[in-house]
Structures are given as C-alpha cells and as structure tokens.
C-alpha cells in the first residue's frame, strides 16, 4: 500500500558501492520493504505499476499473492 511505499525505510535500489546493482543482488532494480515479511519483499522488478486503487489487480488484492493464500497485510 502506499503508506508502505512512501515509508522512509522503503528503498527502490539500483545501485551498490558506486555500481549498478549486479542481478545477483536483485539488479538492476530491488525494492526493500522493511515494515513487510520476508515473503512481500520484492527481488527483481519487472514492472511498477502506481494507482489510487486495487480493483483493477488481482481480483481487487493487489496481486496474485493474496490468491495464492498469502496474507494480504504482512507486516511486522
């Protein structure tokens, strides 16, 4: 959600010691959401998609995720 997103510890990496990030590390692009489980973390992003609303993704969840069985909400 957005209030995750915007929080000051959420990161967008792309670069590391001065390089971009090697893909190993998640590269060329990582998102790291401190306030959520391990298993909401984001290694390699392919998209990003930013709206006002879930209706339109995953049947109103926000991804396949919470389909899956996975908890909507993860946080620590």
Do not use: C
């Amino acid at each position: 959600d957005m209030a995750d997103a915007m929080h000051p510890q959420t990161l967008v990496t792309y670069a590391m010691n001065g390089a971009d990030l090697p893909v190993g590390f998640g590269g060329p692009l990582r998102l790291r959401v401190p306030r959520q489980l391990g298993y909401k973390s984001v290694k390699y992003i392919t998209r990003l998609t930013v709206t006002d609303s879930l209706r339109r993704f995953g049947k109103g969840l926000g991804s396949a995720s919470p389909e899956g069985g996975y908890a909507w909400y993860a946080g620590i």
